[in-house]
């Protein structure tokens, strides 16, 4: 039961943090996951980052769901999955009955655009964290250099699942 407990206390706290998208957690939940609880390894993390982003639906239920899988079979998923998206939950049922008076408050607006900067912090350290991980070489820079530049260049024309394809079938020829 105590497995089962940390593990909501784990994802409860990725939940609460998650505000800015999916991106965000993944910092999160390398913090919880592999320095906190050290229920991962780094490497562990880096892959279930690539099975979470693979499969359909957001990272964080699919990153939260892996790791209850792994720590404690399936009650430890559900446990998991329920603790990340609770805090959603609750805050969306309280935001909907106040979202009419609150939308053109100047204060939460300001409060917003700084949520957002720290947001695209979490980003950036996710980046650099799961990049430290997967980038080994200088084959592997230039891969994820190429990708990035692909992206940025068709402005997103080209679907994010093509790239990581690709990514794979270049991985395969030239490792």
Not at 7 to 17: A, K
Not at 47 to 63: H, K, Y
Not at 90 to 97: D, F, K, T
């Amino acid at each position: 039961m105590g497995t089962l407990l940390q593990l909501f206390v784990s994802f409860i706290t990725v939940g609460l943090g998650a505000y800015g998208g999916g991106l965000v957690t993944v910092p999160l939940i390398q913090h919880e996951v592999v320095a906190v609880r050290g229920w991962l390894a780094a490497e562990e993390m880096a892959q279930l980052l690539a099975v979470a982003q693979m499969t359909p639906g957001p990272i964080a239920i699919n990153g939260a769901t892996f790791v209850g899988y792994r720590v404690a079979g399936l009650p430890g998923s559900v446990v998991a999955t329920v603790a990340v998206l609770l805090p959603s939950l609750l805050i969306l049922a309280a935001l909907i009955r106040v979202m009419d008076r609150i939308s053109g408050n100047g204060h939460l607006e300001r409060a917003r655009g700084g949520l957002q900067v720290g947001v695209l912090a979490l980003i950036l350290f996710a980046v650099w964290s799961y990049g430290t991980v997967v980038v080994t070489g200088w084959v592997e820079l230039a891969l994820a250099a190429g990708a990035f530049c692909l992206l940025v260049v068709s402005e997103g024309k080209v679907q994010p699942a093509i790239v990581i394809l690709g990514c794979g079938v270049l991985g395969i020829a030239l490792f």
